[in-house]
Nanobody, 122 residues
Framework: QVQLAESGGGLVQAGTSLRISCAAS????????MVWFRQAPGKDREFVAG????????YYADSVKGRFTISRDNAKNTVWLQMDNLKPDDTAVYTC???????????????WGRGTQVTVST
């Protein structure tokens, strides 16, 4: 049974940093691209960042480029999202996802986590 478990969310002040993690119980983790999505109240789910299977390439939404960094360790079956200079607009539920390729299209995702809440106060 595949499980993606996010952790590390919380309440932080604007301008600070937070790192969230996603631990994957998944066979052949290295065969999956990993993606972070987020969904704020009243808004559609949106792509945040993605990393290829081997970690050689990363992709970011324009809204987080230069502030967020996605990384992975295939030996630990874990992917992280380092979030720096957080803004109130970053407040959302952050969900990790696994797919065959890095994609911003939810319908192409194979597995989803349950999400972790990140709240950024002013």
């Amino acid at each position: 049974q595949v499980q993606l478990a996010e952790s590390g969310g919380g309440l932080v002040q604007a301008g600070t940093s937070l790192r969230i993690s996603c631990a994957a119980s998944i066979r052949h983790f290295e065969a999956y691209a990993m993606v972070w999505f987020r969904q704020a109240p009243g808004k559609d789910r949106e792509f945040v960042a993605g990393i290829t299977r081997g970690g050689g390439s990363t992709y970011y939404a324009d809204s987080v480029k230069g502030r967020f960094t996605i990384s992975r360790d295939n030996a630990k079956n874990t992917v992280w999202l380092q979030m720096d200079n957080l803004k109130p607009d970053d407040t959302a539920v952050y969900t990790c996802a696994a797919g065959g390729v890095v994609t911003s299209q939810p319908q192409r995702i194979n597995y989803w986590g349950r999400g972790t809440q990140v709240t950024v106060s002013t």
